[in-house]
């Protein structure tokens, strides 16, 4: 029996690397995916049915009925939420559920605590099994408090970074306070209070909590990146604890991709990691502003010219931003492409790697309107061509065009690489009204004399605009 | 010398490991941006294999243990919540990366 849950197991593992290596290829991503989840089941009913610890484990009816029932209860609940949610919302329901992963490692460690703590009492062995326990669940807590403070700061709960005095030389201490109590526990544990553990449990919490809210929406993305790598990291020490093959590749897996992912948000940003988490950010914005008195007027569009200017242009580029989002627009978009492709205009989409809350988050959401794949063009390769562009139609995009990420060394942005819309011919704007972007700076791109504002919601403002071109 | 002495113990391991890492910088090396969020979800899914260790703990957990099975019995909860939210969602996002 050991030899097929070994042999599970070894599919479990497998399925893992094929899968995940395959979600990177856009045709394979789904079969993929698909992979991944058959062998997570096989793992699964291999361990309910065929784990055995020497003689230890006892399978009772009513023990697999709960299990069975916790299983059905999370089935349900996760299916109809996943099933559901928007896309616009997915980004905060990956962090949700990236929590309740961090939860899972965290409950197993308060649960196993005890019977490790009685093992290094009778037989003075055990320190490394305790060790694990205590990292899996001091890493699986700070990342359940930390995606749950994600979660609210993406749906709009919680606006504002919320940064208590010091809170940088805080945070530090407190990791320091975290760090020195967990290794205490470890090696004390056969002295101290079973409830010891729970303290830790609650200083994690709160180190999890302050560790992200200082942190600005807009960088969001990075922190559940990295609470992703963490969430992996604290399987992994699971892994380490039942010597469980899979618990170990799945973890190591996740944790090692999603640090690389996570620097290759932070390189998309140019921003180093510790900046985003340290947070200079918001320090310079005071500076930018001061001066927005003298940068000229600001010029809007009409519909009906807007509607001319766009039939008539031979290339047109769109820029997204995650005010499209919002405002649910994606589908008029995709519309008013395909009446300008139908007029025999050439239409691009202009995909800035950090576009919207999430890398990607972009490209998932023009899908969704069914926009053709090779319609989205990245950064790099869409640069070049801004030149012999007509028009760039910028819709609730804002800072990943700001040209004062490569001319001003005061703005907060300095660095970034953007898209270089002001080469184009001439640049619309669609926006709601003249507020700042999600970096709260302002953006010199709307005095260029060959900008014109599009204001209104971008829904409204585009349905308006198609039903114009229509009537040319 | 103790530090040596688990070096050489848990040499397999240590292996494991670090080729594990390899993998997972290789896996996703070269990824284009566009699936960035996607992996991101997928990859999040995958770690939910930590419910493998909740079931551990639910089996090993003596009967007549009702705190532990409560806790292991929410452990299975929420990493199933983590396994199935991440597989479910990620097939949504991609379903709409497939060609036309």
């Known amino acids: 029996m050991k030899g097929i849950l070994e042999i599970s197991y070894l599919i479990g593992s497998i399925t893992f690397i094929v899968g995940l290596k395959m979600m990177g290829n856009a045709k394979t991503a789904r079969k993929g995916n698909l992979i991944g989840a058959f062998g997570m089941t096989v793992a699964i009913l291999g361990t309910i049915f065929l784990y055995e610890k020497?003689?230890?484990?006892?399978?009772?009816?009513?023990?697999?009925?709960?299990?069975?029932?916790?299983?059905?209860?999370g089935t349900a609940i996760g299916w109809i939420t996943a099933k559901k949610v928007e896309m616009t919302k997915m980004p905060e329901l990956v962090s949700m559920f990236n929590g309740m992963g961090g939860a899972c490692a965290a409950l197993i460690g308060l649960t196993e605590f005890p019977h490790v703590a009685h093992q290094i009492q009778e037989t003075g062995t055990g320190y490394s099994s305790m060790a694990f326990i205590i990292a899996g669940l001091v890493i699986g807590t700070i990342s359940f408090s930390g995606s749950i403070i994600a979660y609210l700061k993406l749906a709009g709960k919680m606006n504002k970074p919320i940064r208590l005095p010091q809170y940088n030389i805080l945070n530090n201490a407190l990791l320091l306070v975290v760090i020195v109590f967990s290794a205490y526990v470890v090696l004390q544990s056969t002295s101290l209070p079973p409830a010891i553990v729970w303290a830790l449990f609650v200083v994690a919490i709160v180190y999890g909590i302050l560790f992200t809210?200082?942190?600005?929406?807009?960088?969001?993305?990075?922190?559940?990146?990295?609470?992703?790598s963490f969430t992996g990291l604290a399987a992994a020490f699971g892994g380490f604890l039942y010597d469980n093959k899979p618990m170990l590749t799945g973890g190591i897996l996740v944790g090692s991709a999603g640090t690389l992912l996570t620097l290759a948000m932070?390189?998309?940003?140019?921003?180093?990691?510790?900046?985003?988490?340290?947070?200079?950010?918001?320090?310079?914005?005071?500076?930018?502003?001061a001066d927005a008195g003298e940068k000229g007027t600001v010029k809007d569009v009409q519909v009906s010219d807007l509607a001319v200017q766009l039939n008539y242009a031979s290339k047109v580029v769109i820029v997204p931003g995650y005010g499209l989002a919002v405002a649910q627009a994606q589908h008029v978009i995709h519309e008013l492409e395909k009446i300008l492709e139908e007029r025999g205009v050439e239409v691009k989409y202009a995909i800035h790697p950090v576009a919207g809350r999430m890398p990607g988050h972009m490209n998932v959401l023009l899908a969704e309107s069914n926009v053709e794949y090779d319609k989205l063009v990245e950064m790099e390769d869409i640069n070049p061509q801004f030149a012999q562009t007509d028009v760039v139609l910028v819709v609730?995009?804002?800072?990943?065009?700001?040209?004062?990420?490569?001319?001003?060394?005061s703005s907060p942005i300095y660095g970034m690489p953007i898209l270089e819309v002001e080469n184009a011919k001439n640049i619309v704007i669609n926006k709601r009204s003249m507020n700042a972007g999600y970096a709260g700076i302002d953006n010199l791109l709307f005095y260029n004399p060959k900008t014109s504002m599009f204001f209104g919601d971008a829904k409204k403002a585009l349905t308006e605009l198609v039903a114009e071109i229509k009537q040319l | 010398m103790e530090i040596l002495n688990f070096f050489v113990e848990n040499r397999e391991m240590i292996y494991f490991i670090v080729l594990s890492i390899f993998v997972g910088i290789e896996v996703i090396g070269g990824v284009p941006t566009v699936l960035h969020t996607p992996l991101m979800s997928g990859a999040n899914a995958i770690h939910g294999v930590v419910i493998v260790g909740a079931i551990i703990v639910m089996l090993d957990t003596e009967p007549n243990n009702i705190l532990g099975l409560i806790l292991g019995f929410l452990a299975v909860i929420l990493g199933t919540l983590n396994v199935v939210g991440g597989f479910v969602v990620t097939d949504r996002m991609l379903e709409m990366f497939k060609k036309k």
């Open chain 1, 266 to 289: 932070c390189k998309a940003m140019n921003r180093p990691l510790s900046n985003v988490i340290f947070g200079a950010f918001g320090g310079g914005s005071g500076a930018a502003g």
């Open chain 1, 213 to 228: 809210i200082p942190i600005g929406g807009a960088d969001m993305p990075v922190v559940i990146s990295l609470l992703n």
């Open chain 1, 396 to 409: 609730g995009a804002n800072d990943v065009v700001n040209p004062a990420a490569k001319v001003d060394p």
């Open chain 1, 54 to 73: 020497e003689g230890q484990t006892s399978r009772e009816f009513f023990k697999i009925a709960l299990i069975f029932g916790a299983i059905a209860i």
